[in-house]
DNA sequence: AACCACTCTTA
DNA sequence: GTAAGAGTGGTTG
């Protein structure tokens, strides 16, 4: 406990024992692995507090056994080093620091001092130079060292011998030579040399392509060092491998060169100033005062904790890693009985005031609806701590003339007080599917923010994983725990009730789960971002997503009611007419519709031969099989397909578009899914305005009916083949990239290096084979796309091979990786898991995922890339004064939006500007991202 | 009423 | 060959 009436009671003849707390890396850890709390001046300071507690177990252990007798933190003052000069690449793709962490950094100095315990920083030395620098001064010096990091880089100082280790204080482990021997494979003085050859992208050292951490160790532990290796490529036997030595020994050489630190620079403090003999009392009690740290605070003053101390303080206390046992995270189980109903005004205050206080907090919404545009708000709910939640009703019975309505206070006013917290950017809220909530909030103009959605947190950690991303399947996965089913309380079907009938005591203890289970899956997952590197796309595509989709899902796209019935009525002539030719060349009536008495009549009565499909051992009758039928003179296939395109057009769009326009707003919204696709597209329902007709003339006419509102057009904005691009820039296809480049025929080119010559067949050729390749390619699927023979596929693919060697080896570095680690990543690092399908022994299952996993890396890109677009989309638009162009929907490559008249132009160029730097800054692409962009009246003539 | 198989629409 | 959603018929409970 620091306190400086302590007296000094390490003896004075013992070694000096000096700590050096590697500060600047501790406070990133601590960052992503403690939830964003704030102090009690709103300012974010999760960071700082996990930093002050590390410094006061440290400072717990002052004058103890093996506890320091002197002390220091050491920082990083300058982002530019001597190993700026060396390799112009050093640290260059480091992204900018997390916004709510860099107001931190200041404090973090502010905490050093509190403690009285110096804080050193040299400019153009990186903290750990300076470390080494103490760490071998005081070693001369006969002084024991202990080095406070988990930095693998301050591994190589490490030398038991001479007492010099280093202390893990996250996870609280020391770490010794047999700690590094396990890790490395080889003892400290040899960790610089594996990590010259294995290369770090975080800091971007290059070291040696191909080369991991398990060959780098194997080799460092054949040859012993560096140079050997250098020197003993004859020996090596894997060529890759051997090669690789060869092409970029002199990246070795530099990554050898960067991973050294530095020991010989000036100490900045001699030694002996680091002394610490106790901690004053005084900076550290006006600190942890001024911070609102209260827990620290009591333990510091000895008194008992204060009232309104406790939430905040045991739900730090819980978060507070104890991962050396690894024992089982601590279970609360759910206890349905201490959930609240709220129905005054003094208990919603005291709960709003305590997610106020502490600066995060669960929330859910009931509706009597689940289409959240029509739906009217219920109740709220409000979660502060497991099982510490309540239910606020606002809108139960009275809806009829038997039920009364309960005692609840009014909306508006459950509104009011609410939208201060709700909007305050100090209180982080928790959500599960906060799209639907934000849209509720947003009706009633509440802007809720800042958020942490745990359903897009799941799918950007576990997507492709055999589990879904729904509140109650992820309760039963993390938690074991049954959530009360929505059916106990509404029933189902023609029975089923809206949730405002459903008494309090039922909606509290089925609402109030829901968002408490939403904090506690919060808690659980925040940590996990950081540590599988799912932070980046969560925080910087997926998230921002959010609040962005919820309000193209507001504003809908107008359809014209009356042309559609105008269509559906020509549609169901034409359908009826066919229906009488049909039966006519069938010899009778039979349901059209069904593939089962369409195989019978086809294939029975008429008695035509074709095969039989799969397990059901039912007759196929794809397009496929009618065409084949249709192109033999077949009357009756040709009508049926005539048949099965009109009923597909006025049954899915004409019939049930209508069926979805919004009596209010004249418009249909439909519902975008963030977690929709494996890949992290987008996906559509209810209804799904990404499958709309385009390709045919009878179906782009329903194209025709989403308008633009009166004073507006319709703007369309597409990605000319996207994912074409990304492949060539993924792959590193020298031929197609140029082909971007040049604005030149992708396919042409194509066709040209394939076959030699360029004419429409082979055009057409090389485009399906191209698109092949993107999902992953077969040579019998090729040849059965292409109608010609296996061999033939086989050929074409290996010409393609042979032209692109690139692709051939993107392919196969795909599958060495997600066949190794069991996930895909796009360029923006999202993942999509692969296991166990892709080790599956079946070839069929296995042959699936390869292929999936080829295309995923992909689709993904492309899908982040226009999420990141649409991200920044309005922003851009109000800095150029065209606030009133409004973004409507997505459709995997294109954004579709309204536009005032008049601002056509001026929009196109954001929006293609936008869209086109999409992947900057993170990514710098090989090849250019050219938008097409149109407009009109309606959809159909903005393409 | 709930589910599956089949078919068809999109990128 | 990738990724989706939706309507229909037909079976099951």
Not at 265 to 271: D, H, R, V, Y
Not at 728 to 733: E, F, G, P, T
Not at 831 to 859: D, M, V, Y
């Amino acid at each position: 406990m620091p306190d400086a009436s302590t007296p000094s009671s390490a003896s004075e003849s013992a070694v000096p024992h000096l700590y050096l707390v590697d500060g600047s890396s501790y406070i990133f850890r601590a960052y992503h692995r403690l939830p964003p709390l704030t102090n009690k001046h709103g300012q974010p300071a999760g960071a700082v507090y996990g930093y002050t507690t590390m410094l006061w177990k440290l400072a717990d252990s002052l004058n103890k056994a093996d506890g320091p007798t002197h002390m220091a933190v050491i920082l990083d003052a300058s982002e530019h080093t001597h190993r700026n000069e060396m390799y112009d690449q050093y640290k260059a793709h480091r992204p900018p620091p997390p916004e709510d962490l860099v107001p931190q950094f200041p404090l973090i100095r502010v905490a050093t001092r509190a403690f009285s315990i110096p804080c050193i920083e040299e400019a153009g030395l990186e903290a750990d130079d300076i470390i080494a620098c103490y760490t071998v001064a005081a070693k001369a010096a006969g002084w024991r060292v202990t080095i406070v990091s988990s930095d693998k880089d301050l591994m190589q100082l490490i030398d038991e011998d001479a007492g010099i280790d280093m202390l893990d204080t996250m996870n609280d482990r020391r770490i010794g030579r047999a700690e590094v021997l396990e890790k490395f494979g080889v003892p400290p003085e040899k960790v610089g040399d594996v990590l010259a050859l294995m290369g770090d992208s975080v800091d971007n050292v290059p070291g040696v392509p191909g080369i991991g951490p398990k060959t780098a160790s194997q080799l460092i532990q054949t040859y012993g060092d560096l140079e050997t290796v250098l020197a003993s490529t004859h020996e090596i036997t894997k060529p890759k491998l051997k090669q690789s030595l060869i092409d970029h020994a002199d990246a070795a050489r530099l990554s050898r060169e960067l991973v050294r630190l530095v020991c010989d620079a000036n100490l900045p403090e001699p030694l002996e100033d680091l002394s610490l003999k106790g901690i004053p009392l005084e900076p550290l009690q006006a600190f942890l005062e001024d911070q609102g740290f209260k827990s620290l605070l009591n333990r510091l003053t000895g008194s008992a904790p204060q009232k309104g101390a406790t939430v905040v303080n045991d739900v730090m206390a819980a978060m507070e890693p104890k991962r050396a046992a690894q024992a089982e995270p601590e279970k609360i189980e759910v206890d349905r009985s201490k959930y609240e109903t709220v129905t005054d005004e003094d208990s919603l205050d005291r709960w709003i005031a305590e997610a106020t206080a502490q600066g995060f907090v669960a929330i859910d919404t009931e509706t009597d609806c689940i289409d959240c545009i029509i739906a009217r708000l219920v109740g709220v709910c409000l979660a502060t701590a497991p099982n510490k939640a309540c239910y606020i009703p606002v809108g139960h019975g009275g809806g009829d003339l038997l039920s009364e309505a309960p005692n609840q206070l009014p909306l508006d006013l459950v509104l009011a007080k609410l939208k201060p917290m709700l909007e305050d950017p100090a209180v982080l809220k928790v959500g599960h599917n906060l799209k639907y909530d934000w849209v509720m909030f947003d009706k009633a103009g509440i802007e809720v923010a800042p958020i942490d959605d745990t359903m897009v947190m799941s799918f950007d950690l576990d997507a492709g994983r055999s589990f879904g991303h729904g509140l109650d399947e992820l309760a039963k996965l993390h938690f074991d725990h049954e959530c009360i089913p929505f059916k106990q309380l509404c029933g189902t079907g023609s029975k089923q009730i809206t949730f405002d009938k459903v008494p309090l005591e039922a909606a509290t203890e089925y609402a109030a789960e829901d968002a408490d289970i939403a904090l506690r899956l919060w808690m659980r997952l925040k940590p996990r971002l950081a540590a599988e590197e799912a932070s980046r796309v969560y925080e910087r595509v997926d998230k921002p997503l959010v609040p962005v989709i919820s309000r193209m899902e507001r504003r809908g796209v107008k359809v014209d009611r009356e042309y559609l019935a105008k269509l559906s009525a020509e549609f169901g002539a034409e359908i009826k007419s066919l229906e009488e030719r049909v039966y006519e060349a069938a010899c009778g009536p039979f349901t059209i519709g069904s593939p089962q008495q369409l195989g019978e009549v086809l294939y029975g009565r008429l008695g035509l031969k074709g095969g039989r499909k799969g397990k059901s051992g039912q007759y196929s009758t794809d397009v496929n099989e009618l065409e084949r039928l249709a192109a033999e003179g077949v009357t009756c296939a040709t009508l049926v397909l005539e048949w099965r395109q009109l009923t597909k057009l006025k049954n899915t769009y004409t019939d049930a578009l209508q069926g979805q326009i919004n009596g209010e707003t004249g418009r249909v919204h439909t519902s975008f899914s963030l977690t929709g696709a494996q890949t992290g597209r987008l996906s559509s329902n209810d209804p799904n305005l990404q499958n709309i007709p385009i390709r045919t003339e009878i179906g782009r006419k329903i194209r025709d009916a989403f308008v633009a509102d009166s004073g507006f057009k319709l703007l369309s904005a597409d990605y000319s083949q996207i994912e074409l691009r990304l492949a060539a820039h993924m792959a590193d296809v020298p031929q197609l990239k140029e082909a971007f480049r040049g604005g030149a025929d992708i396919h042409s080119i194509t066709a040209e290096e394939l076959f030699g010559t360029v004419d429409r067949d082979t055009r057409n050729k090389a485009k399906t084979v191209n698109f092949a390749i993107l999902y992953g390619i077969s040579s019998w699927g090729l040849a059965g796309r292409l109608g010609v023979g296996k061999d033939e596929g086989k050929a074409i693919i290996d010409r393609y091979f042979e032209r692109f060697p690139g692709i051939q080896d993107y392919i196969h570095k795909t599958l060495a990786f997600v066949r190794e680690q069991g996930f895909t990543q796009t360029l923006f690092g999202r993942k999509t898991h692969f296991l166990p399908n892709i080790r599956s022994p079946n070839p069929s299952i296995r042959g699936g995922a390869e292929r999936a996993a080829i295309n995923a890396p992909i689709q993904g890109t492309s899908a982040d890339l226009i999420k990141r677009a649409m991200a920044r989309m309005d922003d851009a638009l109000v800095k150029e004064g065209l606030e009133g162009v409004r973004m409507l929907l997505q459709v995997h490559d294109e954004l579709v939006f309204e536009v005032p008249d008049g601002q056509e132009e001026q929009a196109a160029e954001v929006i293609r500007r936008v869209m086109s730097t999409a992947a900057e800054p993170a990514i710098r692409l090989d090849v250019p991202l050219d938008v097409e962009v149109g407009w009109g009246a309606h959809w159909g003539e903005a393409h």
